[in-house]
């Protein structure tokens, strides 16, 4: 069954703790992306990934770190320097990067102890 | 930047039609036009995708005139379990790389 994983589906970060969030594809998808929802907002762009190898920064990058070494991965790991970094996290993918339409995953919520 | 901009909420009433208008005046000539739908703690979910006049699917159908400025997304007859926010999404070309930002989105609520 084709589909997006993210895992934990909650999780909590100590204070000076770095957490990474999983997220899978068996899609065969290109493109790769990870979203940040804060309660009753909308999405922002935390970082992409066109291709293995290679990832850009989104509109709110700072805090947050990616690899994408293999087409079916992109974790997402949230360091330290994230101060606010309760919300959930929402990843997805897509065929290409161009007028593509985006499969989500069912997200993880990050809360701080 | 290709920006949208959306209501921030709807009501309406189980049964009716509703129409969601979405803003694009900088959309590129290449662009599609693209509706999500999210309910609370799930990831947005694909409703439908065009490029010009008029696009329908099983679920609803999408309006697009014909200076691409805006577009306007319709659910025929909504029922209870179509109270989510919706999404309108058009991607964003800068420095070789394509991205998709999200706007606000519209929350619409269906009353009984």
């Known amino acids: 069954d084709g589909g997006i994983t993210q895992s934990p589906k909650y999780l909590f970060r100590k204070e000076g703790q770095n957490v990474t969030l999983s997220c899978e594809q068996n899609?065969?998808?290109?493109?790769m992306y990870w979203y940040r929802q804060d309660p009753g907002q909308g999405l922002r762009l935390i970082y992409y990934?066109?291709?293995?190898?290679?990832?850009q920064k989104g509109d709110i990058a700072e805090g947050y770190s990616v690899s994408r070494e293999k087409k079916e991965s992109f974790p997402l790991t949230v360091t330290s320097a994230q101060k606010n970094p309760t919300a959930f996290y929402l990843c997805a993918s897509s065929r290409d990067t161009i007028n593509e339409k985006l499969f989500f995953g069912s997200g993880t919520q990050l809360s701080v102890l | 930047l290709a920006k949208t901009t959306q209501p921030i909420s709807m009501d309406s009433y189980e049964g009716q039609e509703v129409n969601i208008t979405c803003s694009h005046n900088n959309i590129a000539t290449n662009d599609y036009i693209t509706w999500y739908q999210q309910f609370p703690s799930q990831g947005p979910r694909f409703i439908i995708q065009g490029y010009k006049t008029k696009v329908t699917n099983e679920v609803a159908s999408l309006f697009i005139p014909a200076d691409r400025k805006s577009s306007t997304l319709s659910l025929p007859r909504v029922s209870l379990s179509d109270t989510a926010v919706y999404y309108c999404l058009v991607g964003v070309s800068t420095s070789g790389t394509y991205k998709y930002i999200f706007g606000t989105g519209t929350r619409l609520k269906v009353l009984a």
């Open positions: 990934s066109q291709i293995v190898n290679d990832f």
């Open positions: 899609l065969n998808h290109d493109a």
